[in-house]
C-alpha cells in the first residue's frame, strides 16, 4: 500500500515514508491510496480480543512494512496497565439503552490524544531505522489543548527525538497549560503564541513548507515531522476505538453483526470523526456521522451549504480543543470523495489560503450531506448540558463531550432518528474544572488546583492521577511569542 498527497498524486511513499515525513512537501496530507475491507468475519473476530489485539490486528491492514510482532510491542507498551488507568482502554458506557458515550480520556494525559500519541512514537522510531535515517527527528506540534501534552508524553526521552509544542496564550485551560509547562523530559520543549490556534497551526504548516529551514536544519543533523493528525500515523490508531466500540456493544448484545450505529463526535480539526468515517469507508458498518461544533461552528456551516468560510469571528470558549477556524484534516475527506481528485483538492485549498474560503461542487456536496451532519452547541447551551446529565444520568462530562451530547439531542429531535448512538468523550471533566463546576451551579470556585479538589468533592469521584500530581511538578516553560517569531524558537532549540 502506498501513501500519497492529497496535493498530488506523484507523490508515492511507504507507510514508515508517511509516517516519519508527517506532512508531504508541497503542503497536502498523506493518506492511503486504498482502503482494505473490514469483513463481517474479521469484526466476528476482533469481539474476542483485547482493545490491543484489535489495534494490532486494523493497524496491520495499513502498515505493510512493519510487521505484527513490532506491532503487538508497540500496543503492550502503550495500552499498558501503568499508563491507562482502565484494563479496557477505550471503555463503552451505557445512559441509556440507546446512548452510549466511548471514553476516550484514560490515559496518561486524561484525553483522547492518548489513544494515538502512545503510539505514534514508536510507529516513528521504528520509521527512521527502516527508512535508515542518521539525522534527528524535530517534532513540532501545534495544539489547541490536548495534543501538546499527549506527544509531548508520548515522546519525552524517546532517543533520536526533538519535540517543539506552540499553543495559543490564553487559548487553553488552566490545568492543559500547567500540563505543557511542568512537563519533563530532556528532548521538550514548549512555547505560547500570541493569537489562536489557527495561528499557530499557520505558523507550524509555513515552517514545514519552507525550504531555507530544511536545508539549514539537516546540516546541523535534523528534519522536521509532526505529530499532529496531519501526520498518519496519528489518524491510523484512531479507527480502532470505533472499531472497538462496535465490537463491544455486539458483545453486550445491544446490535447484531451489520446493523449501523450512529456516531457523533466533538470536532475541531476534523480529524477524530474523519477516523470514523474512514472506518466506514473499511466497512464498519457507521450510520449517521454528527459533527458536534462549539461557537466556532465552521464546519456546521460548511456541511449545510458545502461552502467553508473562515472568514468569521473566533470565538474563545469553554471547549478549547474545539476553537479552530481551519480544520485541518477535512482535506482528506475532500480528496476521497472527488475521486482523488488531488488537483481539485489543491484548489480548494488555494482558495482558502488566498481567500479564506472555497465552495466544493455539488457532487462533493451531496455525498457529504449523505454521511454528515453538522450542528453546534454555543456557551449557555454547553454548561446547560453538563447539569442535565449530571442531573438525569448522575454522569460527569466536560464541556466537549457536552457539545457532542447536545449536537446528538438536536439531531435527534430534528429527524426522528432512533438509532443507537455512541457520543464521544473525548477528554476527563477534570481538566475542565472551572466551567464544569459553575455549570453544576457552585458560585466560587478555588484557585488553581484547588478546583480538583473541588469538583471531587461536589461529583464523589476522584481526580484522575495525572491531573491531581500536577500540584508536585515545578513549571519549566513559561516563554511566549508572536507567530513570526515561531522559527527562531525552532532554532534555539535546536542549536
Not at 123 to 147: F, H, M, P, R
Not at 181 to 206: I, L, R, S
Not at 220 to 247: D, E, K, T
Amino acid at each position: 500500500m502506498k501513501y500519497v498527497s492529497t496535493r498530488n498524486q506523484s507523490v508515492r511513499l511507504r507507510a514508515s515514508q508517511a509516517i516519519a515525513q508527517g506532512l508531504a512537501r508541497d503542503g497536502g496530507l498523506l493518506t492511503p491510496e486504498v482502503f482494505p475491507k473490514l469483513t463481517p468475519a474479521l469484526l466476528e473476530d476482533l469481539r474476542g480480543k483485547t482493545y490491543g489485539q484489535r489495534a494490532v490486528a486494523v493497524m496491520k491492514l495499513f502498515l505493510e512494512d512493519f510487521s505484527e510482532e513490532e506491532l503487538t510491542a508497540f500496543t503492550q507498551a502503550g495500552y499498558s496497565g501503568e499508563k491507562f488507568d482502565d484494563a479496557r482502554v477505550a471503555p463503552l458506557e451505557p445512559l441509556t439503552e440507546d446512548t452510549y458515550c466511548l471514553e476516550l480520556w484514560h490515559g496518561p494525559t486524561s484525553a483522547f490524544k492518548d489513544m494515538a500519541l502512545q503510539i505514534l512514537p514508536h510507529l516513528l522510531s521504528a520509521s527512521l531505522v527502516k527508512n535508515q535515517e542518521d539525522k534527528t527527528v524535530c517534532i513540532l506540534v501545534a495544539t489547541s489543548g490536548d495534543t501538546g501534552k499527549a506527544a509531548l508524553e508520548g515522546f519525552k526521552d524517546v532517543d533520536r527525538t526533538k519535540i517543539l509544542v506552540f499553543y495559543p496564550k490564553d487559548g487553553v485551560s488552566a490545568v492543559q497549560a500547567l500540563q505543557m509547562q511542568t512537563q519533563q523530559g530532556n528532548n521538550v520543549g514548549v512555547c505560547a503564541v500570541h493569537g489562536n490556534f489557527d495561528d499557530a497551526q499557520t505558523g507550524v504548516k509555513t515552517l514545514f513548507s519552507d525550504e531555507k529551514l530544511r536545508e539549514d536544519l539537516a546540516r546541523r543533523g535534523y528534519f522536521l515531522s509532526s505529530a499532529n493528525s496531519i501526520n498518519w500515523g496519528r489518524i491510523l490508531p484512531q479507527l480502532v476505538y470505533y472499531i472497538s466500540a462496535y465490537c463491544d456493544l455486539l458483545n453486550l448484545g445491544k446490535i447484531t453483526m451489520g446493523e449501523k450505529v450512529n456516531y457523533c463526535v466533538p470536532t475541531g480539526n476534523f480529524g477524530n470523526i474523519l477516523a470514523c468515517w474512514y472506518a466506514g469507508q473499511m466497512g464498519l458498518p457507521v450510520g449517521k456521522l454528527i459533527c458536534a461544533s462549539n461557537s466556532n461552528n465552521v464546519l456546521t456551516d460548511f456541511l449545510a451549504t458545502g461552502t467553508y468560510d473562515k472568514n468569521r469571528p473566533f470565538h474563545t470558549t469553554m471547549s478549547p480543543s474545539m476553537d479552530i477556524l481551519v480544520s485541518s484534516n477535512l482535506e482528506r475527506l475532500l480528496f476521497a470523495l472527488s475521486g482523488q481528485n488531488d488537483q481539485e483538492v489543491a484548489g480548494y485549498m488555494k482558495q482558502l489560503g488566498e481567500k479564506g474560503c472555497y465552495t466544493v461542487s455539488e457532487e462533493i456536496k451531496a455525498k457529504l450531506q449523505a454521511d454528515f451532519y453538522g450542528g453546534f452547541c454555543d456557551e449557555a447551551k454547553t454548561s446547560a448540558i453538563i447539569a442535565q446529565v449530571w442531573k438525569e444520568h448522575h454522569y460527569l462530562i466536560d464541556p466537549h463531550t457536552a457539545v457532542a451530547y447536545g449536537v446528538m439531542q438536536d439531531y435527534r429531535e430534528a429527524t426522528g432518528d432512533d438509532r443507537k448512538t455512541v457520543f464521544v468523550s473525548t477528554a476527563s471533566p477534570f481538566k475542565f474544572c472551572d466551567s464544569v463546576l459553575h455549570s453544576l451551579g457552585v458560585a466560587q470556585v478555588r484557585e488553581g488546583l484547588g478546583a480538583l479538589d473541588q469538583l471531587a468533592e461536589v461529583s464523589g469521584r476522584p481526580a484522575p492521577v495525572p491531573l491531581a500530581s500536577l500540584r508536585d511538578k515545578a513549571v519549566r516553560f513559561e516563554e511566549s511569542v508572536d507567530k513570526e517569531k515561531m522559527m527562531d524558537v525552532v532554532l534555539d532549540m535546536l542549536r
